[in-house]
């Protein structure tokens, strides 16, 4: 099963609103992603945390649903 590329940013969206993302499907496939995510919401956190933060945003579908989203976090600033 795979998530089609709307269903991944509305994710993000609803744990970050003020959210900008540039995602690409690297294969066509809806299952390899690229994504560049920029939110005041990462002002003050680590990479890995921002990572993180994506995960949980995702609601466990990564490495399930998700096979494999290539992540580049940043703050509006940067």
């Given at each position: 099963?795979?998530?089609?590329?709307?269903?991944?940013?509305?994710?993000?969206?609803?744990?970050?609103?003020?959210?900008?993302?540039?995602?690409?499907?690297?294969r066509?496939?809806?299952?390899?992603?690229?994504?560049?995510?920029?939110t005041?919401?990462?002002?003050?956190?680590?990479?890995?945390?921002?990572?993180?933060?994506?995960?949980?945003?995702?609601?466990?579908?990564?490495?399930?649903?998700?096979?494999?989203?290539?992540?580049?976090?940043?703050?509006?600033?940067?």
């Amino acid at each position: 099963m795979a998530m089609s590329s709307e269903q991944i940013k509305d994710l993000i969206i609803q744990a970050f609103p003020d959210a900008h993302i540039d995602l690409k499907d690297l294969r066509g496939d809806n299952d390899h992603f690229a994504a560049i995510i920029t939110t005041a919401a990462f002002f003050g956190k680590t990479r890995i945390q921002q990572h993180q933060m994506v995960y949980e945003a995702l609601q466990g579908r990564m490495g399930t649903i998700l096979h494999a989203l290539s992540l580049k976090t940043q703050t509006p600033a940067e």
